[in-house]
């Protein structure tokens, strides 16, 4: 009986201490399947100290999941995606990087130091997102780093004419799961000949959980007192709006569904939200562009970047998209908030530059750092 008591005192002890356990930061691969041209296909799981994970693939560089801790300390996947390679390859954008240009360029053509550049028309007469077969559709090389802040940096080649665009561009994106539950990404490139990039990542956040319903009771703040209007077509005009008096104020916090059937051109257009805010403050400083509360989960996403704007959009699928696990992912089931340049920016010589030239290196940088609140 002694010797009973003993054992099970001893396994309840280390019950306790696994519980009790922190989790260890690392970074771990495993093999995610291939391409229809057999390029092999991994995905890297990022674990920091505190157990919120990161899982990355090296094709599209996509953000798969990202498991963060609410106020009870349960964690819950809070980005839209698949299970499976083989969806990723059909599928929504969900998590991807997207390049060479995000969002829209106007008539899918610009013209730079005196030569006009005819990129693919995927989004009626306009290119959007780079074109039909951008940085999504490409697979990385992937180098991984262990340590208390784990990271993986991938890398690609984009050869001169790509999509259009001009220029060979060394690309590289890098994520970092850092110790106080921050997703931080950094973008490089360099560049052989004049060119313009304005790359992003494309999630889709639900901080209830992917797949638990509307996205309509998320409270959200913008750092920014404008946004750049759009057109019919969702083409920036160059023009520059105040946010005072439209649907488009979230100078103060309050619910993202609270005027999204609004009377605003550019709302009933969408219809709902797909707009880009400037953000207040220096482009190139790190600062604060959002912040999203979730008033039943108390997971709280503030977004930094060095970036000019950060586009709000909220998809409107009219049938829901089966995503992973079996989740039904709903119209206004989640929430984009895209850090870039401005949409047609190398067409509008009013808004912020996207050049590239040689011998410069694009860098630039976004952080979604996660935190609760009772």
Excluded at 162 to 177: E, H, M, R
Excluded at 362 to 371: I, K
Aim: charged share 15%; glycine share 10%.
């Amino acid at each position: 009986m002694r010797k009973l008591l003993i054992a099970r005192l001893t396994f309840g002890a280390l019950m306790l201490a696994a519980v009790a356990a922190p989790a260890q930061a690392k970074i771990e691969k495993s093999a995610w399947g291939e391409t229809a041209d057999h390029q092999k296909v991994d995905i890297y799981t990022l674990t920091n100290a505190s157990g919120m994970r990161a899982r990355i693939s090296n094709y599209g560089a996509y953000l798969v999941s990202l498991d963060v801790p609410g106020r009870d300390g349960k964690l819950a996947d809070v980005v839209l995606g698949y299970d499976n390679l083989k969806d990723y390859l059909t599928g929504t954008t969900y998590g991807a990087v997207i390049g060479r240009f995000a969002n829209r360029i106007g008539g899918a053509q610009f013209t730079l130091e005196g030569k006009t550049y005819h990129l693919t028309a995927n989004a009626g007469p306009n290119n959007i997102h780079g074109g039909p077969k951008n940085f999504t559709y490409h697979v990385y090389d992937a180098t991984p780093h262990d340590g208390p802040a784990p990271s993986l940096v991938l890398h690609m080649v984009s050869p001169d004419g790509d999509q259009g665009f001009p220029g060979k561009l060394d690309f590289t994106v890098t994520y970092t799961l850092t110790a106080n539950n921050t997703l931080r990404i950094d973008y490089r490139a360099t560049t052989d000949k004049p060119t313009v990039l304005n790359p992003t990542n494309h999630s889709y956040f639900n901080l209830k959980g992917a797949g638990s319903g509307t996205v309509l009771n998320h409270v959200l703040q913008v750092y920014s007192d404008a946004v750049t209007p759009t057109d019919a077509n969702h083409m920036a005009t160059g023009q520059v709006m105040k946010v005072q008096g439209t649907g488009f104020d979230f100078t103060k916090p309050k619910p993202i569904g609270q005027d999204i059937n609004g009377p605003d051109p550019a709302i009933v257009a969408t219809p709902g939200y797909d707009i880009n805010f400037i953000v207040r403050g220096p482009a190139g400083k790190l600062r604060e562009a959002a912040k999203v509360t979730e008033p039943t989960t108390g997971r709280v996403m503030d977004v930094w970047t060095t970036q000019p704007g950060i586009q709000l959009y909220l998809p409107n699928n009219k049938t829901p998209i089966t995503g992973k696990g079996g989740k039904q992912y709903v119209s206004r089931g989640a929430f984009c908030l895209e850090t870039q340049h401005f949409a047609n920016a190398p067409n509008i010589p009013s808004f912020p530059t996207t050049e590239l030239k040689p011998g410069q290196v694009f860098h630039e940088v976004t952080e979604f750092r996660f935190s609760t609140v009772k």
